[in-house]
């Protein structure tokens, strides 16, 4: 029905950030293509627009949606999701993206992705909710696992299950965020590399890798937060290697979106992902 | 089960107790991990309202700021997830804040923040040739209709806005005089910048934006309009997209 997956290349991209707009444009380096977030360019001009127009012309663009509300008990925002065409209509990205999470209720959008309960009836919602975007957007889109602080008690499915079944009935395709991966699976004590190994792994078509803080719960457990505010810590590099393995090669993106460095450092991380996919194509 | 409402109520208010039904994945009470959603909720909006409004913040300092902007979110959380235009009750929300009623520019200084805010993001167009202009008669000049860049926004004020918030943002500007001022902001490319408009300014302009010909705004702008200040200023800051000349007959 739609494109396979994304037409983003098995490259390094980088989450894109206005103050880093010369640099990419005169020197890129290892970065293949540029991922923006939908709801920043949905004014009607000046730089931002301009901006995302040169770069359009030489990179391939991920559009990431964060405020769609796809797991909303209530209906989606038919303003919301119109402008979101529009958006995708001009700038024909190579991908669209959005999140298994919840962030507007009672027409108040909270500015933050929040959890939803595993249930039959989550999936049935959230697996319209997708139909519906694919629908409207004429495209496949990429859905990507949440990072995860608490559990719902009502919860009857497994992540992983739960966004196989998601891939079955809506024929999207996955975003894979090996940090979120990280921050759920310590915060809720599971193993990490048992999620990559029970994630439903052809329908990932692109990867998120990002930094974490560290802090404690009321019993003394390690209480990681995804803040996006530094560089990707060793063990989500280690278990980036063990994804790949099973993976291949895929457009592999560094998310840095609070404190955002200068270039040469995001540039840096950029390059350790050329390197980790280096290793897993030869 | 813990429906969305609950879950959102609480979000906003720490005096309510952790929604029922959320757990560590042991099982034992979500506790503070639910405080995580309370705090990315509020830091993300307070930052967007700081990023917003900087003079605002440096008048007040952060502390206050901070504060401020901590009641106004859960007062008013934003209705829409475009970012870029949270903040548009915030003015109204400021003139009636009690603890802050001594600083009473406070509320105007916020109007000329979100109207900097719709300049950036407004939409672009071409400038008109200023020549036209120049080729016309007086008769032709005053018939003419002109068109302003979408970009262009008027906030008049009983306050010396524009030194206010010039001396705010500007080491070393000039302490502003008691008087009232009228600004003009012109994106001459990208960056909106506010200017102060000659006496009679923001009629006249105001007049034009609502489809007056020329010769009406200037009437409209009264005894003291700088016409030759106003006019330049709009040609310098690229504000002119269209001059049409509608000849009726006598």
């Known amino acids: 029905m739609f494109d396979h997956n994304s037409s983003l290349p098995p490259l390094p991209g980088v989450g894109y950030k206005p103050q880093h707009f010369a640099q990419i444009m005169e020197d890129a380096g290892p970065v293949g293509w540029l991922e923006i977030h939908a709801e920043n360019y949905m004014g009607d001009g000046g730089r931002p627009i301009a901006q995302l127009r040169a770069l359009a012309e030489r990179f391939p663009i991920s559009v990431h949606g964060v405020g769609l509300s796809i797991g909303g008990e209530t209906r989606l925002d038919p303003d919301h999701l119109a402008r979101l065409k529009h958006l995708v209509g001009w700038l024909s990205p190579a991908s669209f993206s959005e999140h298994l999470a919840w962030s507007t209720h009672d027409a108040h959008f909270l500015n933050d992705l929040l959890p939803l309960p595993y249930t039959d009836a989550t999936l049935q919602r959230v697996a319209d909710h997708i139909d519906e975007v694919q629908e409207v957007l004429g495209r496949r889109m990429l ?135 280096a290793r897993v194509a030869a | 089960m813990t429906s969305q409402a609950a879950f959102r109520t609480a979000l906003l208010d720490a005096a309510q107790p952790v929604p029922p039904g959320l757990t560590d994945g042991k099982g034992r009470p979500a506790g503070r991990r639910y405080a995580v959603y309370r705090n990315n909720v509020a830091v993300s909006l307070r930052e967007a309202l700081a990023t917003g409004f900087p003079a605002v913040e440096k008048l007040i300092g952060a502390e206050n700021f901070a504060h401020v902007a901590g009641v106004f979110l859960r007062s008013a959380p934003p209705v829409s997830p475009l970012m870029m235009h949270y903040g548009a009750g915030f003015p109204e929300f400021l003139a009636g804040f009690k ?152």
Not at chain 1, 178 to 200: E, H, K
């Open chain 2, 99 to 250: 603890a802050l009623g001594h600083i009473q520019y406070l509320a105007e200084v916020a109007r000329l923040e979100l109207a900097l805010r719709r300049s950036y993001h407004a939409a672009d167009a071409p400038v008109a040739d200023p020549a036209i202009l120049q080729s016309l008669d007086e008769e032709a000049l005053m018939a003419a209709h002109m068109t302003l860049a979408p970009a262009v926004e008027v906030v008049r004020s009983p306050w010396p806005l524009w030194s206010i918030y010039t001396f705010t943002m500007t080491p070393g500007a000039p302490k502003p005089e008691a008087r009232t001022e009228d600004v003009i902001i012109l994106r001459a490319e990208f960056d909106p910048e506010p200017h102060l408009l000659p006496a009679g300014g923001a009629a006249f302009i105001t007049a034009l934006s609502n489809g007056a010909p020329f010769g009406e705004a200037v009437d409209a702008a009264g005894d003291a309009f700088d016409l030759g200040a106003t006019l330049s200023l709009l040609l310098q800051g690229g504000a002119i997209t269209d001059i049409s000349i509608q000849r009726t007959d006598p």
């Open chain 1, 143 to 277: 859905l990507e696992n949440p990072s995860s602080y608490l559990a719902f008690a009502e919860s009857t499915w497994s992540e992983t299950d739960f966004l196989a079944e998601l891939v079955k009935r809506t024929g999207c395709g996955l975003l894979l965020d090996v940090n979120n991966v990280f921050v759920s699976a310590t915060n809720l004590g599971y193993a990490p590399q048992g999620y990559i190994d029970a994630f439903p792994i052809d329908a990932v078509g692109e990867i998120h890798l990002g930094g974490h803080d560290e802090d404690e719960d009321d019993h003394g457990l390690p209480l990681l937060i995804d803040s996006h505010g530094r560089e990707v810590a060793d063990p989500v590099w280690a278990l980036l290697e063990h994804t790949l393995q099973r993976t291949g090669p895929r457009p592999l993106l560094i998310e840095w979106d609070t404190d955002v460095p200068e270039w040469p450092v995001l540039a840096d991380e950029a390059r350790r992902a050329d390197k980790a996919l």
